[in-house]
T-cell receptor, first 116, second 112 residues
């Protein structure tokens, strides 16, 4: 079955270190997204991509970067981890086209990141 | 004003009752609306989508949309303990139909 996987699922890192969270999907979806989820804020969009070599900033992109070198992967990099980036990170993907039953956004299982 | 607002709850209902979850949105031009369910420690999953004013039913779930009032709700009939979760309302930001903006979610607790 097609799926979307994130790794690592849990990570503890130190302030100032660079961290990369991997996201891999096998649906051949053009659209991929990274969200973070914090208590009281819901899901907030960090970066998104509509295809290979396309990346765009979301509403909370400071301190994060992404690259899209192929359809399947959208790694999220924290350039210099800060305690404020302790969060749960969700990768998601969807096919191109208008929203509908055939264009559902699917989420990965999440990556729990703690910055100490 | 937040783009998508929900009461954080918790909303506590007895088993078998109707749970009513509400969401308001700020962009009057929004055309599509989604409800996601998220169990504790898990990822969100889509349970309902609605695009037209009125009601849309799917099993025990009914989504209601009132664009004039900028209001969308989710009714869960015959609530079960397995419905206990956080329910997230999501609206695409105009100009990026796949860029979903999420509310903070309402936590629902169904007690036996």
């Amino acid at each position: 079955d097609a799926e979307i996987t994130q790794s690592p699922r849990h990570k503890i890192t130190e302030t100032g270190r660079q961290v990369t969270l991997a996201c891999h999907q096998t649906w051949n979806h053009n659209n991929m997204f990274w969200y973070r989820q914090d208590l009281g804020h819901g899901l907030r969009l960090i970066h998104y991509s509509y295809g290979v070599q396309d990346t765009n900033k979301g509403e909370v992109s400071d301190g994060y970067s992404v690259s899209r070198s192929n359809t399947e992967d959208l790694p999220l990099t924290l350039e210099s981890a800060a305690s404020s980036q302790t969060s749960v990170y969700f990768c998601a993907s969807s096919a191109s086209g208008t929203p509908g039953a055939g264009n559902t956004i699917y989420f990965g299982e999440g990556s729990w990141l703690t910055v100490v | 004003q937040k783009e998508v607002e929900q009461n954080s709850g918790p909303l506590s209902v007895p088993e078998g009752a109707i749970a009513s979850l509400n969401c308001t949105y700020s962009d009057r031009g929004s055309q599509s609306f989604f409800w996601y369910r998220q169990y504790s420690g898990k990822s969100p999953e889509l349970i309902m989508s609605i695009y037209s004013n009125g009601d849309k039913e799917d099993g025990r779930f009914t989504a209601q949309l009132n664009k004039a009032s900028q209001y969308v709700s989710l009714l869960i009939r015959d609530s079960q303990p397995s419905d206990s979760a956080t329910y997230l309302c999501a609206v695409p930001r105009l100009g990026g139909y796949n860029k979903l903006i999420f509310g903070a979610g309402t936590r629902l607790a169904v007690h036996p």
